[in-house]
């Protein structure tokens, strides 16, 4: 079996456990991500709120939590942006979760 295979069927059963395993084990800061009130999150606790709004801690909404989180770090304060997803997976949840911003206009 390739590596590449491996690796595959390796990620095809990561589950929440498998995230949480990873929160408790590492020394992650408790200030993970940020919404747009800048209210900061733990890793933990954005786990719980990407559950609560997608139902599972899908690897890719995980980190388009942080991603966006990162961004909107680098943004000038009281200035409106637009948003706008190349993908119709994962990254409009992680706009909408962070900045309570609701995603239109899919398919492209």
Known sequence: MS???AMDARNKHMTSQHLTDVSASSQLPTNWC???QHKKYSFEDALQMIRRFH??????LVLDVKMVSHAMDHLQE?????????TSNYLPD???????????????
């Open 78 to 86: 009281n200035i409106l942006f637009d948003a706008k997803c190349e």
């Open 34 to 36: 940020r919404d747009n």
């Open 55 to 60: 139902g599972f801690p899908a690897p890719g």
């Open 3 to 5: 590596a590449h295979r």
């Open 94 to 108: 992680a706009v909408q979760i962070l900045t309570l911003c609701t995603m239109t206009g899919f398919p492209f």
